[in-house]
């Protein structure tokens, strides 16, 4: 747009389009989504099959962020609430009344050793799920992913 009374050329901000970018939040989520799936894919021979393609759905999904798709974020989402609900029904899962005596548990860090109560343990990964979720249902996450994108993961 031009002023013809100053001879200035100036553009309207509002319609300047801003380019979307990926999230601090979400890459840190990404990294550790991608460390955890590839360490499950190489303890595969431990594992069972099942958790071999949870390990690459993960990695798929992590594709899918990637490429914003927006399966990728209802992946994402589906995925942290899943974790939570998990974490959150754990306590309930691990009690066992006939093997009260088991006492705390006790973590090896190299040389660093240390014993830590059940209930801080299911205390952390109830935290860190409420983060995920957090960080898959923030806007700017959101604002990641394309508006008009079909579900088809394959596609681009």
């Not at 009374?5 to 380019?19: F, L, Q, R, Y």
């Not at 983060?131 to 806007?139: D, E, H, K, L, T």
Request: glycine share 6%.
């Amino acid at each position: 747009m031009t002023d013809i009374s100053s001879g200035s050329t100036h553009v309207d901000e509002a319609k300047i389009p801003v380019k979307p970018h990926l999230p601090k939040r979400l890459i840190g989520l990404m990294i550790i989504y991608t460390l955890a799936a590839i360490s499950g894919l190489m303890a595969v021979n431990s594992i069972s099959e099942l958790s071999a393609m949870l390990c690459i759905l993960t990695l798929m999904m992590i594709l899918a962020i990637i490429g914003r798709q927006k399966a990728g974020l209802y992946l994402l989402r589906v995925y942290c609430v899943l974790q939570l609900l998990l974490y959150s029904v754990l306590p309930i899962i691990m009690y066992d009344p006939d093997n009260l005596v088991a006492g705390p548990t006790t973590f090896d860090f190299g040389f660093f050793q240390t014993v830590v109560a059940d209930w801080v343990i299911y205390s952390v990964l109830i935290a860190l799920g409420i983060i995920q979720v957090w960080i898959s249902f923030n806007a700017k996450v959101k604002a990641w992913f394309k508006p008009r994108m079909n579900l088809n993961i394959m596609s681009s």
